[in-house]
């Protein structure tokens, strides 16, 4: 059964030699349980257009997959190193995922997700991040 939710996604991210950046999204969103896990699907706008964002979870993995102005998809689990593709208006980026923890505590479609990562190129730390994402019933 799908179910309307209130999505809040704070992301805070460190550069190395820069501040920490703090965003926040707050948006509407749609949540349905599966057999092995849930998905969860949004949209946020961007400057460059809309983005749809689909949460995928199961069995510890998170994927997460981005289409609209933005093309990514990521997969997090937690000790695990994958490859990642983003596309940009402006083009391509190749880079490494360095998965930290991924943490999820649901109750129906309450709840929070938390996922802790690194992203380097060429062994070169890009940044750290974590990214919580919080649902409520509508």
């Excluded at 926040?24 to 969103?29: I, K, N, P």
Aim: net charge negative.
């Amino acid at each position: 059964m799908k179910e309307d939710v209130s999505v809040r996604v704070c992301g805070v991210q460190r550069c190395p030699g820069a501040e920490e950046d703090v965003s926040e999204l707050v948006c509407e969103g749609v949540f349905k349980h599966t057999a092995d896990g849930w998905l969860l699907a949004y949209e946020e706008p961007s400057e460059a257009g809309t983005v749809k964002t689909l949460l995928r979870f199961a069995d510890g993995r998170v994927t997460l997959t981005r289409r609209g102005a933005v093309r990514s998809e990521m997969t997090f689990a937690a000790g695990e190193c994958h490859t990642i593709f983003y596309e940009l208006p402006l083009g391509r980026l190749t880079m490494e995922l360095h998965t930290d923890s991924v943490c999820a505590s649901f109750d129906g479609a309450c709840g929070t997700l938390e996922l802790c990562y690194r992203l380097t190129v060429r062994d070169e730390t890009v940044s750290e991040n974590r990214l919580t994402v919080t649902l409520a019933p509508r």
